[in-house]
């Protein structure tokens, strides 16, 4: 039991020496490069990869879209009831939240499912 005291004493000892060593800085050993020492000169050649970099810019391609993925307001946005009564009128009700049709005005809980039937907890 002793021998638990102190590896946990050591332990929290530790953590406490490593954090104070992290949080100290060391202030002279920080050097301040004045701006124009890694400033690119605007007479300097164009690079290689600088070419390469402005080839990749001008490329005016649609964004790839990723397919069996769908957009999630899309699919919120497919379906609109007005009202309960009109999703189930429409066999749709109760309606989770994330599909088609649900709005937090429907859902009167706020528990993530609209259009409940009445009576449920």
């Known amino acids: 039991m002793r021998a ?3 590896l946990v ?14 949080a100290m800085a060391p202030r002279k050993t920080q050097m301040r490069i004045p701006k124009a020492a890694y400033a690119i000169p605007p007479d300097a050649p164009e690079s290689i ?5 402005a ?6 391609k649609a964004p790839a879209i990723e397919i ?5 307001t899309a699919v919120e946005q ?3 009831y007005s009202s309960c009564k009109e999703a189930r ?3 749709k009700a109760p309606i989770p939240a994330g599909e088609p049709g649900y709005r937090s005005a429907l859902d009167a809980k706020g528990d ?3 259009c409940e039937p009445p009576g449920t907890r």
């Open 78 to 80: 497919s379906v609109y």
């Open 49 to 53: 990869s600088d070419k390469e970099w």
């Open 55 to 60: 080839a990749r810019g001008e490329d005016k």
């Open 89 to 91: 009128a429409a066999g």
């Open 9 to 22: 004493a050591a332990v929290i000892l530790g953590l406490a020496g490593g954090y104070a060593w992290s």
């Open 112 to 114: 993530g499912i609209a």
């Open 68 to 72: 069996g993925r769908a957009d999630p």
């Open 4 to 6: 638990v005291q102190i």
